[in-house]
């Protein structure tokens, strides 16, 4: 256990429905980031937020956003789902807003299957 | 901005073999160096990283890398691969700057044959 808890890990909806994707940081850790695992485009990063802020943007689209509430934990929300999201999306968390060579700790992942 | 190139997508060994498994990156000046591995189904579990000091790292599960600033590599290997290394492996990297986040390779799939 890494300490990143993501929720849900299986999830399937269909073409132009909106997902939610849930993430808890490790305890202490005020940075979370999203990545994109697809075969075709290997792992992107999407987004970061510290502490409730948004630091950094990725390769993420419109149809995408995420927000870091006052307890830290993150969502993801993906909306106008297309197949071609179809993906697996980590989470991961590092204690500060810039982490260098100490990296970051990455949950274990949500399965989005869009049908 | 940094990047790394893991050449190849699949490396085949036999068990007990030795397991080298090549990444270089792209940096004007040295970067922090990772390897991460994903089991199936599961997350991703950082194996080993390179920050500054001793050029040979060592990491979990018999692994370790060597960076090389000449070659600009960081080459991961074991010297006898069990059945259980099987997984896909991510070599990764963190620039200096600022606003620097964490690149990863394509990745390569790690079989180990009986």
């Known amino acids: 256990d890494s300490g990143v808890t993501q929720t849900p890990k299986h999830l399937i909806t269909a073409t132009g429905q909106r997902v939610t994707l849930r993430c808890s940081p490790r305890?202490?850790?005020?940075?979370v980031y999203w990545y994109q695992q697809s075969l075709d485009q290997g792992l992107q990063f999407l987004i970061q937020y510290y502490n409730g802020e948004e630091r950094a943007k990725g390769n993420i689209l419109e149809r995408f956003s995420a927000q870091q509430f006052p307890d830290l934990h993150s969502e993801l929300n993906l909306s106008s789902l297309e197949l071609g999201d179809s993906a697996l999306y980590f989470c991961?968390?590092?204690?500060?807003?810039?982490?260098?060579?100490?990296?970051?700790?990455f949950g274990s992942g949500t399965r989005l299957t869009v049908v | 901005a940094q990047s790394v190139t893991q050449l190849g997508s699949h490396v085949s060994v036999s068990e007990g073999a030795l397991v080298l498994l090549r990444c270089n990156y792209s940096?004007?000046?040295?970067?922090?160096l990772f390897w991460y591995v994903q089991y199936p189904n599961q997350g991703l579990q950082l194996l080993l990283k390179?920050?500054?000091?001793?050029?040979l790292v060592k990491g979990i599960n018999g692994f370790e890398a060597e960076f090389k600033k000449s070659e600009t590599s960081f080459h991961l290997t074991k010297p006898s691969a069990h059945m259980s290394d099987a997984a896909e492996y991510f070599c990764?990297?963190?620039?200096?700057?600022?606003?620097?986040?964490?690149?990863f390779g394509k990745g390569i799939t790690l079989s180990v044959r009986p």
């Open positions: 390179y920050t500054t000091g001793a050029t």
């Open positions: 305890s202490g850790d005020l940075s």
């Open positions: 991961a968390s590092s204690a500060r807003q810039q982490t260098g060579g100490r990296g970051y700790t």
């Open positions: 990764a990297v963190i620039g200096t700057g600022a606003n620097s986040k964490l690149t």
């Open positions: 940096s004007s000046v040295p970067p922090y």
